[in-house]
Structures are given as structure tokens and as C-alpha cells.
């Protein structure tokens, strides 16, 4: 069964006056951080994906589901927490680097500015409960 917040976020997500992300998007499945709020452009667009599994069992194939939420995000430092899987037929899939489960979105290889995270593999933290979560700290 979907939680509420997943519900929300699969119809349609908190933006701010500019279209963008108004929430942090944060992990289905662990509930890391991905994107902080203000960051993400949401684009309606068709992407095909495959099939969410752990890293090393993403099928890399054409087939897969066809999503048309999407945030975009213009450079890889604006991500939080994602990893990427190896180039498959001008692409690579984005996963969550915590869980390693994915794909949460892509990039394509003719298009390296350009990061797709689908709105139906991720979950608007409408909550705040991702905000609350401390950053880790690295040493200097």
C-alpha cells in the first residue's frame, strides 16, 4: 500500500513559484536525501526506465516502463546521494548511492548536462523529515 506521501507524489509535486522541487526528493526505498528543495526543474516528458533493482540486477535492455514525470537537474553536484551505473546504449541509469537501487533516473550520454530523476521512483518529502536528518560531516 502507497503511504500519503508517496501518493502526493506520484500525482503531482510541491513546486515553488519558479516550477521547481519546493521539498526535498528523497529515496523510495531508504529514504536518503537526493535532491534538497529549489534544485530540480519538473518537466513532463516520456523516458523509458527499467525496472527498479539493486545495482547489479538492473536489466540493461530498451524494454522497461515508460514514465513522463520528471525533475531535471543541469550538473551532478546537485545531487545529494547518487550514484551511476556504466554507459548501456548511450546512457546511465541514476541510482541512490545509499541503497543502490534504481533506476531513479538517467542521463543521456548526448546530453551530459542534462539529469533526468522520475518522479514516480523518488518521494516528495512533503513531511519535512528529510530536512531534519544532519548532513554527514567529512574531515577537513
Known amino acids: 500500500m502507497m503511504s500519503a506521501s508517496e501518493a502526493s507524489s506520484a500525482t503531482k509535486p510541491s513546486l515553488d513559484d519558479s516550477g521547481k522541487n519546493a521539498v526535498w526528493l528523497i529515496c523510495k526505498r531508504c529514504g536518503s536525501k537526493v535532491v534538497e528543495p529549489g534544485v530540480a526543474t519538473f518537466v513532463e516528458l516520456e523516458r523509458r ?4 533493482e539493486k545495482k547489479e540486477g538492473i536489466e540493461m535492455s530498451a524494454s522497461g516502463e515508460a ?9 551532478m553536484m546537485q545531487f545529494e546521494n547518487v550514484g551511476f551505473t556504466l554507459p548501456f546504449e548511450g546512457r546511465k541509469f541514476l541510482i541512490c548511492a545509499d541503497c543502490e537501487v534504481g533506476p531513479i533516473g538517467v542521463v543521456e550520454l548526448s546530453s551530459p548536462g542534462d539529469y ?13 523529515a528529510a530536512a531534519a536528518k544532519p548532513r554527514p560531516q567529512f574531515a577537513s
Open 67 to 75: 514514465l513522463t514525470d520528471y525533475f531535471k537537474l543541469t550538473d
Open 116 to 128: 533526468w530523476l522520475a518522479l514516480d521512483r523518488i518521494i516528495s518529502d512533503e513531511s519535512g
Open 49 to 52: 526506465l527499467p525496472a527498479m
